[in-house]
């Protein structure tokens, strides 16, 4: 790694500040996952680095960062979706957030001189809450750099284009295959506002297609920003999320696991090694159905239907119950006929990965539940 370690601090009582407090808990104080072996999100990385020998290894940039990082220097456009504060986490609105990929550090490290290079980090981001959604996951950036002249023989941009498109499809290709031996590859056209083309690379694995990473050839603006002569110098840039891949490979069923003190989940494992995980047993899961009109009538604002999201939701249940949530869906939604208000009914499914738990212990928390939705967020509960 080249740079220090620091994470900026998170006033997490700021209005701009949309964190909740076991998600700061992470940044701040968890040691990184991927730093510790044998864990295998540890593994996997440390896998991938050595199939990019000669690389620059960056590992720990701080989590926090400029907004203009992640999206505006990649010229991700001001009313993109993904600037919502019901998708990202800002720790000061609109300037500062948690990363919500690796991408963020691109620009920065080009200019600092990479041209070669693989970043690893935590990222960040509100979404839905499953067996393959955590609101913290993994990322790897990699980043490599042409120089096509001086000679003057691949001046024309176009063939530039295709020739840095053939390495990284060469190079991806070539990863796939030292991660999970033989197997069948696609690409997949892609778009990122990024690089161009854009694409996506696809493994067959268990009778389907699963989507591995996104890449493409970096925007020449890019490159501009970071002080090249883009006449003379072309890019690729790929990103993968290292929780999926080590899902597949090592036969982890709930991303969870990931986060477990568990010793039943750390013995399995051994520095440098991809082993079938053994679940150690599975518990019963509880299911608890909660409902809600989606706007709060005795405070006569029926505008907030438009406004409530179920991010909301998800922060709060992980608030209360932290990582015994292990699913939410919404089982129903309709409008009632005459005071044309919305009703959503939310499935949520508790379950330790690590032991049973009682129906008194649920209960508890489900009344905690109810408690801070009502108090929270600008609904009434059915
Ligand atoms: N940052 C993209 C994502 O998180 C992945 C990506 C990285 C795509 C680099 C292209 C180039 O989805």
Redesign the pocket.
Same mark, same amino acid.
Not at 199 to 224: A, F, N, R, S, T
């Given at each position: 790694s080249t740079d220090a370690s620091t994470t900026s601090p998170i006033n997490l009582e700021s209005p701009n500040c949309n964190i909740p407090p076991h998600i700061a808990d992470r940044v701040l104080l968890t040691p990184k996952l991927y730093q510790q072996p044998p864990h295998p999100l540890c593994t996997i990385k440390e896998k991938i680095e050595t199939f990019f020998p000669g690389f620059d290894y960056v590992d720990s940039k701080d989590p926090i960062v400029k907004s203009t990082a992640n999206f505006d220097s #990649?010229l991700i456009p001001p009313d993109h979706v993904s600037r919502s504060k019901s998708d990202t986490y800002y720790v000061d609105h609109p300037d500062v957030c948690l990363r =919500?990929? =690796? %991408?963020a550090h691109?620009l920065e490290l080009l200019k600092q001189g990479h041209k070669e290079f693989l970043c690893t980090g935590d $990222?960040y981001r509100r979404d839905d809450i499953d067996k393959s959604h955590y609101p913290i996951f993994h990322?790897m950036? !990699? $980043?490599k750099v042409f120089d096509l002249l001086p000679e003057g023989t691949m001046s024309d941009p176009e063939q530039n284009v295709e020739l840095v498109m053939e390495d990284l499809k060469k190079t991806l290709e070539g990863l796939a295959q030292h991660l999970f031996g033989p197997v069948e590859c696609r690409w997949v056209e892609?778009y990122?506002p990024? =690089?161009h083309p %854009?694409l996506e690379l696809e493994i067959w694995y268990q009778d389907d297609w699963m989507e591995v #990473?996104?890449? +493409?050839v970096?925007q020449p603006k890019i490159l501009q920003d970071a002080g090249y002569d883009t006449t003379k110098h072309q890019a690729?840039?790929? +990103? #993968? !999320?290292l929780e999926r891949l080590a899902m597949v490979l090592f036969e982890i069923p709930d991303i969870r696991l990931f986060w477990s003190q568990d010793e039943r989940f750390w013995n399995q494992f051994q520095p440098g090694e991809i082993t079938k995980f053994q679940p150690y047993s599975k518990y019963p899961p509880c299911f608890k159905d909660v409902s809600f009109w989606v706007d709060d009538a005795a405070a006569g604002d029926h505008e907030a239907a438009k406004n409530f999201h179920v991010n909301e939701l998800n922060d709060l249940l992980r608030q209360v119950g932290g990582d015994l949530i292990e699913a939410v869906e919404l089982v129903d939604q309709f409008t009632h006929p005459k005071t044309n208000r919305e009703s959503h009914c939310y499935r949520i499914t508790y379950r330790s990965m690590d032991r049973s738990l009682t129906n008194q212990e649920i209960d508890a928390l489900q009344e905690q539940v109810r408690d801070k939705i009502s108090n929270q967020l600008n609904v009434e509960l059915r």
């Amino acid at each position: 790694s080249t740079d220090a370690s620091t994470t900026s601090p998170i006033n997490l009582e700021s209005p701009n500040c949309n964190i909740p407090p076991h998600i700061a808990d992470r940044v701040l104080l968890t040691p990184k996952l991927y730093q510790q072996p044998p864990h295998p999100l540890c593994t996997i990385k440390e896998k991938i680095e050595t199939f990019f020998p000669g690389f620059d290894y960056v590992d720990s940039k701080d989590p926090i960062v400029k907004s203009t990082a992640n999206f505006d220097s #990649l010229l991700i456009p001001p009313d993109h979706v993904s600037r919502s504060k019901s998708d990202t986490y800002y720790v000061d609105h609109p300037d500062v957030c948690l990363r =919500t990929h =690796t %991408s963020a550090h691109q620009l920065e490290l080009l200019k600092q001189g990479h041209k070669e290079f693989l970043c690893t980090g935590d $990222v960040y981001r509100r979404d839905d809450i499953d067996k393959s959604h955590y609101p913290i996951f993994h990322q790897m950036e !990699g $980043v490599k750099v042409f120089d096509l002249l001086p000679e003057g023989t691949m001046s024309d941009p176009e063939q530039n284009v295709e020739l840095v498109m053939e390495d990284l499809k060469k190079t991806l290709e070539g990863l796939a295959q030292h991660l999970f031996g033989p197997v069948e590859c696609r690409w997949v056209e892609e778009y990122f506002p990024f =690089t161009h083309p %854009s694409l996506e690379l696809e493994i067959w694995y268990q009778d389907d297609w699963m989507e591995v #990473l996104g890449c +493409g050839v970096m925007q020449p603006k890019i490159l501009q920003d970071a002080g090249y002569d883009t006449t003379k110098h072309q890019a690729w840039a790929f +990103g #993968l !999320g290292l929780e999926r891949l080590a899902m597949v490979l090592f036969e982890i069923p709930d991303i969870r696991l990931f986060w477990s003190q568990d010793e039943r989940f750390w013995n399995q494992f051994q520095p440098g090694e991809i082993t079938k995980f053994q679940p150690y047993s599975k518990y019963p899961p509880c299911f608890k159905d909660v409902s809600f009109w989606v706007d709060d009538a005795a405070a006569g604002d029926h505008e907030a239907a438009k406004n409530f999201h179920v991010n909301e939701l998800n922060d709060l249940l992980r608030q209360v119950g932290g990582d015994l949530i292990e699913a939410v869906e919404l089982v129903d939604q309709f409008t009632h006929p005459k005071t044309n208000r919305e009703s959503h009914c939310y499935r949520i499914t508790y379950r330790s990965m690590d032991r049973s738990l009682t129906n008194q212990e649920i209960d508890a928390l489900q009344e905690q539940v109810r408690d801070k939705i009502s108090n929270q967020l600008n609904v009434e509960l059915r």
